[in-house]
Antibody, heavy 119, light 107 residues
Framework: QLQLQESGPGLVKPSETLSLTCTVS??????????WGWIRQPPGKGLEWIGS???????YCNPSLKSRVTMSVDTSKNQFSLKLSSVTAADTAVYYC???????????WGQGTLVTVSS | DIQMTQSPSSLSASVGDRVTITCRAS??????LNWCQQKPGKAPKLLIY???TLQSGVPSRFSGSGSGTDFTLTISSLQPEDFATYFC?????????FGQGTKVEIK
């Protein structure tokens, strides 16, 4: 059974960079059939897709966040990562990683990690 | 961006009830519409993709219908484990967007 697990600091200061890693187990991140994505959900609000990455390193992002997002993949560790720069309180959210199939649905998700932006 | 609107935002129902949740897209998404279930502290779970295709392992009491802009998720007989939040997601065009969610509560 494929499992995804987010990890990273739960508290980030304003103007700093949020960094999260997603570790994939039970399957290979190098599969040619899937992208690997990041989605977030601010408290009491809906879900927002941040961006997705292919095992080759090819990425595509939500234009609303593109200027602040960097994604990378480490196939040797079966992990992919997200960096979001210049964070503000509006970036406080539960951050999820997920596998994105060729039909572009998110078919496996991590349980999410809360990141709070506060001084 | 394609806006996804779900209704209702919450509902109360009893075990055994038939429950219907609606998702409307701001423009046609063809059949590229997916439904997920979300429980507090748990990983969201894909239930239905491509409007009506049941994800492997999902009980047959869940079904999806619709195309274009209007879609429906139906739970034919609500079970105790179905009390959760349900959200739709369009996979027609990037940026991928989600409905705001429908919380199904115990009556």
């Amino acid at each position: 059974q494929l499992q995804l697990q987010e990890s990273g600091p739960g508290l980030v200061k304003p103007s700093e960079t949020l960094s999260l890693t997603c570790t994939v187990s039970g399957g290979s991140i190098s599969s040619s059939n899937y992208y690997w994505g990041w989605i977030r959900q601010p408290p009491g609000k809906g879900l927002e897709w941040i961006g997705s990455i292919y095992f080759s390193g090819s990425t595509y992002c939500n234009p609303s966040l593109k200027s602040r997002v960097t994604m990378s993949v480490d196939t040797s560790k079966n992990q992919f990562s997200l960096k979001l720069s210049s964070v503000t309180a509006a970036d406080t959210a539960v951050y999820y990683c997920a596998r994105q199939s060729t039909s572009w649905c998110f078919d496996y998700w991590g349980q999410g990690t809360l990141v709070t932006v506060s001084s | 961006d394609i806006q996804m609107t779900q209704s209702p935002s919450s509902l109360s129902a009893s075990v055994g009830d038939r429950v219907t949740i609606t998702c409307r897209a701001s423009q046609s998404v063809s059949s590229y519409l997916n439904w997920c279930q979300q429980k507090p502290g748990k990983a969201p779970k894909l239930l239905i993709y491509a409007a009506y295709t049941l994800q492997s392992g999902v009980p047959s009491r869940f079904s999806g219908s619709g195309s274009g802009t209007d879609f429906t998720l139906t739970i034919s007989s609500l079970q105790p484990e179905d009390f959760a939040t349900y959200f739709c997601q369009q996979s027609y065009s990037s940026p991928w967007t989600f409905g705001q969610g429908t919380k199904v509560e115990i009556k």
